[in-house]
């Protein structure tokens, strides 16, 4: 629902480095990411991993829904470092 601009790593972006990190965890009935349950399932550069896990926790999202009820949930969500072609 809600995310803070995904932060490019300066120096990967300087020398045209991209990468795709895989992030899991785990969102409460409110949407938002139990902090300490992010974890790094693939990553890429340890640049891009820490942007990856800080964008996450940063994030919000709509709950997941059972029966129409708000329920806690697994999420894996790939994350796309990709320079823009000008």
Known sequence: MSAPELE???ELRRIG???HVIVEAILDTTGHVE???VELVQGANPEFDSA???YVRAAVFRPARLHGQAV???VR???N???RRE
């Open 52 to 54: 990856a896990v800080n």
């Open 81 to 83: 470092f990709v320079l």
């Open 8 to 10: 490019y790593p300066p």
């Open 35 to 37: 902090f300490e349950s």
């Open 72 to 74: 806690r949930a697994l």
């Open 17 to 19: 480095i991209e990468g």
């Open 77 to 79: 969500l790939p994350i």
